[in-house]
């Protein structure tokens, strides 16, 4: 199990992959990303909303330098799968990072350090429990009910990008 020691380096660190992978969706030749997201149902105006965003490549971080450690000692990185990235952000606070792998073979991946309980979309209301993003997507954007994604089983009903 990872514990964050230092949230401020955390949230500068994820903060900067979710803006970059923001920006990255958006930018050239990405056209495959935005295609998938469009056949899940969901609009530009939502993607840019919530910030969804595009890590293109696999990256290794450091655990030391996110603000995280490992209580067994033994591993010094972590991966961000190449996907869709999806933050939780409440309050302009960064809670947590979740990755939709592109390839359908792996789970959805839980950024390190971040919050499990994730509840996107504002909480006037009670949230609609989701075990599927996608679905939980949908119906944020559809009806603006706040969204709580249960994070295990992870499923996905999606198709894989282009």
Not at 43 to 56: E, P, Q, S, V
Request: charged letters at 20%; aromatic letters at 6%.
């Amino acid at each position: 199990m990872v514990a964050v020691m230092d949230s401020g380096a955390w949230k500068q660190k994820a903060m900067a992959f979710v803006t970059r992978c923001h920006r990255h969706l958006w930018g050239k030749n990405n056209e495959d990303p935005l295609v998938f997201l469009y056949h899940q149902g969901l609009t530009h105006d939502f993607i840019r909303r919530m910030h969804l965003g595009w890590n293109k490549h696999a990256q290794h971080r450091d655990l030391i330098k996110w603000g995280l450690s490992d209580a067994e000692g033994d591993l010094s990185r972590f991966l961000l799968p190449a996907g869709i990235v999806l933050p939780c952000i409440k309050e302009k606070n960064l809670q947590s990072v979740v990755i939709l792998p592109i390839t359908s073979d792996c789970p959805l991946c839980l950024v390190p350090g971040s919050c499990h309980d994730i509840i996107l979309g504002d909480g006037g209301q009670p949230p609609v429990l989701c075990v599927d993003i996608f679905t939980g997507l949908r119906t944020l954007q559809a009806s603006g009910t706040p969204v709580r994604l249960h994070l295990n089983p992870w499923k996905t009903d999606r198709e894989e990008p282009g």
